[in-house]
């Protein structure tokens, strides 16, 4: 899976994200995934898809799903996620503490998006419903 710059998307990590604990396979807190990428400067999309996220590259799936808006997508940008969880739900980050939303690390890559430079960016898989473990009195409604 190449894209344009060249750089191919793949399971291979650079030694500084490694350090950090980003490797494929890595199980990190969306809030943590969302400091390292704004701290290291990469961008970090959210799949709710395993099979999309394992079978395609970004740039595949970001002209597979050009003009749809992103919110609709079987895939996000984690700043976006966050935004619009956070203004839907102003207790979305309190909900975060008792119920932590742990990303699945799946690829790394590199993309031109018209700024003359390539992003590195990150995949993610997002957990199933089923997957989290939700105490009976975490979302109670009394």
Do not use: W
């Not at 970090?44 to 808006?69: C, K, M, N």
């Not at 690390?105 to 590195?120: C, L, N, R, S, W």
């Amino acid at each position: 899976m190449v894209n344009p710059t060249g750089i191919p998307e793949g399971t291979v990590f650079p030694l500084e994200l490694e350090r950090l604990g980003i490797a494929s396979g890595a199980k990190i807190d969306i809030r943590e995934l969302d400091g390292m990428g704004k701290r290291q400067k990469f961008h970090v999309y959210l799949y709710f898809e395993e099979s999309l996220a394992v079978s395609s590259t970004l740039e595949e799936d970001l002209q597979e799903y050009r003009g749809i808006p992103d919110l609709e997508r079987p895939f996000v940008r984690l700043d976006t996620f966050l935004k619009f969880a956070t203004e839907s739900n102003p207790l979305f980050t309190q909900c975060l503490d008792e119920l932590p939303l742990v990303v699945e690390v799946i690829a790394y890559g590199e993309i031109e998006m018209g700024g003359g430079k390539p992003i590195a960016y990150i995949k993610g898989l997002m957990p199933f419903l089923d997957e989290l473990a939700i105490d009976e009195d975490t979302f109670s409604m009394s």
